[in-house]
């Protein structure tokens, strides 16, 4: 395997696998780093001694209403101080928390909540609307709790709804060992019922060493996030922060005109991106709030190769892509002194990665195909989806994780993201990469985002369609967008479809949802390249 560098395993003596859990990283670091502030979020602020006695309050707190070792607390809850209240309070007492997407709804709400077995709901009273059309007779529940005031009475439900009540009385921190359930993180359910990934103490300990060596995060620095503490990125961020004697600062959700504000405010000197996110932020005219700021360095996976020069000339900030997953860990890492813009870096010290076709069989450098991973660590990757041995199986077939992106790696050892296998287009028998099209789009000066996806045809095949996002002020027509595409990709990839559009489907943190724009599919807006009459040079 290429790999760029010896990992700094410092941190695995402070930390030996017995000490690898939630309770003891917080007392141990409480330890040292007492008096500095751990964690903020809004007007909350908690110094590392305070987040422990949050920590074993709230756990008193849950075993008082019924909650014991390995029983599962489920939480909806936006960036607000209760839902690492209630994430460590759960994890001090051995018992598990449930983060749910705040967008949840209906029937994926139901599974999640019955899937889990959650015992206990606690709802931010912002998401009350989401309580609607469940049937809480299927459900496990006991009660549930609100953070803050709804704006009006929820309705009646079969089972108790009070407010979170105070947590006074400490519990003792249970004794747990490096592989026992920590939280259990809700995959998108895309093609299927969203699994719930079974996440150990110890992943998140190998996160925060792995990310932090990364980052190059150091003691007294501020790591801000606007992404969703419900989402493993924002999680890992917390445990980067507790591990490195840093402080994590999350924002309430991501903001294009907030963004370099709230960097200043907070004194940030790390953050925390998505993709989609850096064109969105360069679509806007430059100001000084974009160099007002002492941030040298983001986490931005996924980010396409011709942004981060412009990115960190216009603010100052390095953008450093890598590859991970909510099943899996940091497992490609660029660095500062060591990028390759449009990769996602190379394969970090202590994990396997290959590259196989549909027999599990390893392709050669250049060629496309499945990634699949394993990881020296003891329960540094997660250790199956909850109470779904099938799926677990299935993506743990040969002993090697599946992750179900398509990636190439190239002879020197970086890897390139080139899609998601069920994102992947088949058009008359040629397989396209709908990631590589959507690199060619926002290289377009007018475009600030594009998405493609499949269609199907009046001859029941899919066809290749763009939607496309312009930037403020900007113009193009549609056949533009194709004569753009042309000498810069094959022929049977350009879009035969295109339209422009004021905004994509995300999920909370930023990500297209693609499906949604399959269920769509084309529109009475929607220009076809055929009927136009435009022929393409081949």
């Known amino acids: 395997m290429l790999q760029t560098r010896e990992l700094d395993l410092t941190l695995t003596k402070a930390f030996p696998p017995e000490r690898r859990n939630v309770p003891d990283m917080l007392r141990m670091q409480a330890a040292q780093y007492g008096d500095r502030t751990l964690f903020a979020c809004g007007e909350t602020r908690w110094t590392y001694a305070e987040t422990v006695d949050i920590a074993a309050r709230t756990g008193g707190l849950l075993a008082a209403h019924g909650i014991a070792r390995g029983d599962r607390v489920a939480i909806i809850c936006g960036n607000k101080p209760e839902i690492m209240q209630l994430v460590l309070g759960a994890a001090w007492i051995g018992a598990v928390s449930v983060p749910i997407n705040a967008a949840s709804r209906g029937f994926q709400l139901q599974h999640m909540l019955g899937n889990s077995g959650a015992k206990i709901l606690a709802v931010d009273a912002e998401f009350i609307e989401a309580l609607e059309g469940l049937d809480f007779s299927a459900l496990p529940l006991e009660r549930i709790w609100l953070i803050g005031t709804p704006k009006a009475a929820p309705a009646a439900k079969p089972i108790p709804i009070d407010a979170l009540p105070p947590a006074t009385v400490a519990a003792p921190a249970a004794t747990i060992a490096p592989g026992d359930l920590f939280t259990i993180l809700y995959t998108s359910g895309t093609t299927g019922l969203s699994k719930g990934v079974c996440c150990p103490h110890a992943q998140y300990f190998w996160w925060a060493l792995y990310t932090g060596w990364q980052l190059g995060v150091r003691a007294g620095d501020v790591l801000h996030t606007p992404l969703p503490l419900f989402h493993t990125n924002a999680l890992n961020c917390f445990f980067q922060a507790l591990l490195h004697g840093a402080t994590q600062v999350a924002e309430p959700k991501f903001s294009v005109s907030g963004f370099w504000p709230a960097l200043e405010k907070s004194g940030a000197t790390v953050t925390y991106l998505l993709g989609a996110m850096v064109p969105m932020l360069l679509s806007r005219a430059p100001s000084p709030a974009e160099k007002a700021h002492k941030v040298r360095v983001a986490l931005a996976p996924g980010v396409p190769g011709n942004y981060h020069a412009e990115f960190t000339e216009r603010t100052g900030v390095v953008l450093l892509d890598g590859y991970g997953s909510t099943e899996s860990n940091l497992i490609m890492a660029s660095y500062v002194d060591d ?61 090697w994780l599946h992750t179900g992106d398509r990636v190439v790696r190239d002879a020197d050892g970086y890897y390139r993201f080139m899609d998601r296998m069920k994102d992947a287009i088949r058009r008359r028998g040629e397989n396209i990469s709908s990631f590589e099209v959507e690199q060619v789009l926002i290289r377009h000066p007018a475009v600030a985002l594009a998405a493609i996806f499949p269609v199907s045809s009046d001859l029941a095949e899919d066809e290749v369609m763009a939607a496309i996002i312009l930037k403020d002020g900007a113009t193009a027509t549609e056949e533009e967008m194709v004569r753009f595409c042309e000498g810069k990709m094959s022929y049977f990839a350009i879009p035969r479809f295109v339209e422009f559009v004021d905004s994509l489907p995300r999920t909370e943190n930023g990500k297209v949802q693609k499906f949604k724009l399959r269920e769509r599919g084309r529109t009475a807006a929607t220009w076809d390249r055929e009927k136009a009459g435009v022929v393409l040079k081949r």
């Open 339 to 399: 990028r390759k813009p449009g990769t996602m870096g190379k394969l970090v010290p202590g994990m396997e990665a290959r590259i196989v076709d549909d027999n599990d069989e390893e392709v050669p450098d250049g060629t496309p195909g499945e990634l699949i991973l394993r990881c020296d660590h003891p329960f540094g990757f997660a250790t199956g989806y909850f109470a779904m041995p099938e799926k677990t199986v299935e993506a743990w077939r040969n002993l």
